[in-house]
């Protein structure tokens, strides 16, 4: 008999960044730190799908603001944008009530009992965002989660016949008349490594899903694996994010068993009006305030929730081992 590969004995809680861990977007802390008006840049982007549009260019409206970032450097006006400065912008992330202890508190609640324990069932954090990857990594939600997914950039850009090169070399060749000058400067990001936009997020659940993000060697997303097969079932996920942008990541969860939840800022009519939406259109299967400190809402449904889902884990074990057992021998009468 095959051996399964996993004992699906994980719980997942992927969440998005933007409005759904801070309350506002992780993009202010580098408009700040050029002196850079971000509703402009906003605007500007908002702007470009049309202005291409009519040069005959289609563009990604949810990922054109990564070139625009790079249009901004290449410019001056983001002049030494890198890797580690995005990094550094973490720490001025600021994090809804409760976070990031929240993270710490519901890992606990099951790693920590001695029901689940038996089965050595664990809690998982996932980021999932169309943010900066680098940015969540420098925040202090970073040493709570599993994984991180987002926006990423590339600095030293590979250039033709690299791979005639010691390994590490790009072939990048430095100016040295720049140098003289006095103008050559640190590492600066060039490229788009990586862009997530509403829809690609949904890869995320699947790799988590099938476990190719902690054995990216061995398994493919687009594998072909048994449902039984899989690292973490989608029964065993949950989806927290803040608005109709999540739709698809909610519809992959909620056609596949696993729980949906939207969360908005207290106080805001509008925001509440639009996860009441959602939930009504069955997009969610709940919603809170984005407070997640001790007895909220958000904070009883989602450690509610984790148990639930690790109950229906030691079920499933249990039935497993009742039915692998055969029938003691007794007494013939």
Not at 70 to 96: C, P
Not at 225 to 231: F, G, L, P
Not at 287 to 298: H, I, K, L, R, T
């Amino acid at each position: 008999m095959k051996q399964a590969p996993f004992e699906q004995n994980i719980i997942a809680m992927v969440w998005d960044c933007d409005k759904t861990l801070i309350s506002s977007y992780m993009q202010e802390p580098l408009f700040r730190h050029f002196g850079v008006d971000g509703r402009t840049f906003w605007a500007e982007v908002n702007a470009l799908k049309a202005r291409y549009a009519a040069q005959g260019i289609s563009v990604n409206s949810d990922t054109s603001y990564l070139n625009h970032i790079l249009t901004y450097v290449k410019a001056g006006l983001f002049k030494g944008l890198s890797n580690k400065l995005l990094r550094e912008f973490g720490k001025e992330l600021v994090f809804y009530p409760g976070l990031p202890q929240f993270f710490g508190e519901i890992k606990k609640l099951i790693d920590e009992n001695p029901k689940y324990k038996a089965f050595d069932i664990r809690l998982e954090h996932y980021v999932v965002s169309t943010g900066f990857a680098e940015t969540i990594r420098g925040s202090a939600i970073a040493p709570y989660v599993d994984g991180i997914f987002g926006c990423e950039f590339i600095e030293d850009v590979l250039q033709p016949g690299f791979l005639d090169m010691p390994d590490g070399a790009t072939g990048l060749k430095s100016s040295s008349a720049e140098a003289e000058l006095g103008l050559a400067t640190g590492p600066e990001i060039s490229q788009v490594a990586c862009a997530l936009d509403n829809t690609s997020k949904t890869r995320y659940l699947f790799e988590i899903n099938k476990g190719s993000n902690k054995y990216p060697d061995t398994i493919d997303v687009n594998s072909t694996i048994a449902r039984e097969s899989r690292r973490v079932p989608f029964e065993n996920m949950v989806y927290i994010a803040d608005g109709p942008s999540d739709v698809p990541a909610f519809s992959i969860l909620n056609y596949n068993g696993g729980s949906t939840f939207a969360v908005y800022p207290k106080g805001d009519v509008k925001a509440f009006r639009q996860v009441e939406a959602l939930r009504h259109a069955h997009r969610v299967q709940m919603f809170g305030e984005a407070d997640y400190e001790p007895a909220s809402q958000s904070w009883l449904w989602l450690t509610e929730k984790a148990r639930a889902i690790a109950d229906q884990i030691v079920e499933r074990k249990q039935a497993a081992i009742r039915n692998s057992a055969g029938t003691p021998p007794s007494h013939l009468t």
